[in-house]
């Protein structure tokens, strides 16, 4: 099983203010939406509500939280209590060979030394952040794939859409 990452991220690692996003990007929620179809995807509370509390369609949905779930029972949609039952149910309940970590940025620091690759989105500027994105350590890690888009209309900051992977340890 591979545990992935995938985040959107400014160059100083900004994810987020007042748990919202700092930008759109509609090709980057392209990105997000084809890369997790039908996949399980773990978030913490804090970024369910951001997504509006209810289930990302086509994807089994774990929301890691330490209150009460949310009344009734939705479709595609677990709440757990720590990231190793949110692991637990995204291989049981899918068979899936690959989990994503969608956030927060505390998902995202209690499950980096696990992560196997990172779909990072790397917005090209610096912003006014409360939420960070752990840096990523080049000699830990190997940019497989990179690819621009330049902003436009429809993107107010440039940006690549980056796939890394974890160095393999040696002996």
Do not use: C
Request: hydrophobic share 45%; net charge negative.
């Amino acid at each position: 099983m591979i545990l992935s990452h995938i985040v959107a991220a400014g160059t100083n690692d900004a994810i987020g203010k007042n748990n919202q996003l700092l930008w759109h990007l509609p090709q980057d929620l392209k990105f997000f939406k084809n890369t997790t179809w039908a996949m399980p995807v773990i978030m913490g509370r804090k970024t369910f509500e951001a997504v509006g509390s209810k289930p990302l369609p086509g994807r089994y949905n774990i929301v890691v939280t330490r209150q009460d779930p949310l009344p009734g029972t939705q479709e595609n949609l677990v709440f757990v209590p720590d990231i190793a039952a949110a692991i637990q149910a995204a291989t049981e309940a899918t068979g899936a060979k690959e989990i994503f970590i969608a956030g927060g940025a505390q998902i995202y620091d209690q499950t980096f030394a696990q992560a196997d690759r990172i779909y990072m989105t790397r917005v090209h500027a610096a912003f006014e952040a409360d939420a960070f994105y752990p840096a990523i350590d080049a000699t830990a890690w190997d940019l497989l794939q990179s690819n621009h888009f330049n902003a436009d209309e429809k993107h107010a900051y440039p940006f690549n859409v980056q796939v890394w992977e974890r160095k393999k340890q040696v002996g």
